[in-house]
T-cell receptor
């Protein structure tokens, strides 16, 4: 899988939007962009994924750059419960059921 | 609400002892993964199965670790003999096994292993 680069940490105030960036300059045309997060003392959980178009779900939005070399996970209104490590992961669409390459992720701190 | 379950949640053992961790994947999921998380290495894959057959166990120390799926509802990870460097949180995850890059993995709560 192609490599992703994320900031080590970010900080946000509660109830404000958070934009978590991810660079993936070597992404291939068949790579899906997935985001997972890991809350303290829990297993990772799926957040969202996309291929080319922006995506929205109940948890977050995913904005994908036109050239697909970067993407941004958007939490519209951060809560204290959103404090977690967020992982941006590329998944090759030609394969199925492969393991996730988590990397270091971005540790998000949300302050009241 | 279907979930992956793991037992035990915590395990403290002494070096040299056998450790067995169990995972019940979500019913209907045909792909099961074992990951290990440490502060130094982060989350790393140990092994995974598709339809109970091992597809990749290259991340496991072969001399002491073994992973099996005796049936579709149970996956086991065994360490024998255990060593202090095996101390970590072990996560099991399952997935439907969809073709393409859209498959979502669902993780269990993990087993925190401490080897003294």
């Amino acid at each position: 899988d192609a490599k992703t680069t994320q900031p080590n940490s970010m900080e946000s105030n509660e109830e404000e939007p958070v934009h978590l960036p991810c660079n993936h300059s070597t992404i291939s045309g068949t790579d899906y962009i997935h985001w997972y997060r890991q809350l303290p003392s829990q297993g990772p959980e799926y957040v969202i994924h996309g291929l080319t178009s922006n995506v929205n779900n109940r948890m977050a939005s995913l904005a994908i750059a036109e050239d697909r070399k970067s993407s941004t996970l958007i939490l519209h209104r951060a809560t204290l419960r959103d404090a977690a490590v967020y992982y941006c992961i590329l998944r090759d669409g030609r394969n199925s059921g492969y393991a996730l390459n988590f990397g270091k992720g971005t540790s998000l701190l949300v302050t009241p | 609400d279907a979930r992956v379950t793991q037992t035990p949640r915590h395990k403290v053992t002494e070096m040299g002892q056998e450790v067995t961790m169990r995972c019940q994947p979500i019913l209907g999921h045909n792909t099961v993964f074992w990951y290990r998380q440490t502060m130094m290495q982060g989350l790393e894959l140990l092994a995974y199965f598709r339809n109970r057959a091992p597809l990749d166990d290259s991340g496991m120390p072969k001399d002491r670790f073994s992973a099996e799926m005796p049936d579709a509802t149970l996956a086991t990870l065994k360490i024998q003999p255990s060593e202090p460097r095996d101390s970590a949180v072990y996560f099991c995850a399952s997935a439907i096994g969809l073709a393409g890059g859209t498959d979502t993995q669902y993780f269990g709560p993990g087993t925190r292993l401490t080897v003294l």
